[in-house]
């Protein structure tokens, strides 16, 4: 199984700021099985994106995946207030593997 | 509208056993594959248990291989997660997920809908 990285570990930014999430596949993924969740303090994830950049129902399009390979990204064009969280990735196909999260933090 | 329930959470001693159950609603609970995935307390989140909706294709996470199994009742829309040879490192909410279409198919897939979890506690 494949390991995902994911930096930085934090990005404390304020509102309106534009967000660059990374994760790193120590194998590269294939047909981009890639995920990406937003989880609040008590609650189940929430999943924004899928198959790399698709987004998933009723997300904002603030909120866009990019990348291919080994390295993918999750971008929030311009934060807002409900925005700061911790985001995951996820590897999947094969088995699942999440990231260890990048925690978005008011500045 | 998709609802997942977990329940059986609670303290156990180590090397115990425990047995979460995760009841469905709002979809043909039958037709989807289902997993559970878990977060240790502050901790990130890990992959633990995929089944397919006719129960062909099971796989299991590294890391509790051999000691969890999973299973399911589609007649009671029912999932469940047998634990046993419990640790510390089991301690963890337990969270049921569903699978983003249905069909009978192999692999580990993203997880659409998620239910609000179960905690676990593993400690004498």
């Known amino acids: 199984e494949g390991v995902l990285t994911q930096s930085p570990g934090t990005l404390s930014l304020s509102p309106g700021e534009r967000a660059t999430l990374s994760c790193r596949a120590s194998?590269?993924?294939?047909?981009?099985?890639l995920a990406w969740y937003q989880q609040k303090p008590g609650r189940a994830p929430r999943l924004l994106i899928y198959?790399?950049?698709s987004r998933a129902a009723n997300i904002p399009d603030r909120f866009s995946g990019s990348g291919s390979g080994t390295d993918f990204t999750l971008t929030i064009r311009r934060v807002e207030p409900e925005d700061f969280a911790m985001y995951y990735c996820l590897q999947y196909g094969d088995s699942g593997t999440f990231g260890q999260g990048t925690k978005v933090e008011i500045k | 509208e998709v609802q997942l329930v977990e329940s059986g959470g609670g303290l156990v001693k180590p090397g115990g056993s425990l047995r979460l159950s995760c009841v469905a609603s709002?979809?043909?609970?039958?037709?989807?594959?289902m997993n559970w995935v878990r977060q240790a307390p502050g901790k990130g989140l890990e992959w633990v248990s995929t089944?397919?909706?006719?129960?062909?294709?099971?796989k299991y996470g590294d890391s509790v291989k051999g000691r969890f199994t999973v299973s399911r009742d589609n007649a009671k829309n029912s999932l469940y997660l047998q634990m046993d040879s419990l640790s510390a490192e089991d301690t963890a909410v337990y969270y049921c997920a569903r699978d983003p279409w249905s069909g009978d198919y192999t692999g580990v897939w993203y997880f659409s809908y998620w239910g609000q979890g179960i905690l676990v506690t593993v400690s004498s």
């Open positions: 194998q590269s993924l294939s047909s981009d099985y």
């Open positions: 709002g979809f043909t609970f039958s037709s989807y594959t």
């Open positions: 089944i397919s909706s006719t129960s062909n294709y099971i």
């Open positions: 198959g790399g950049s």
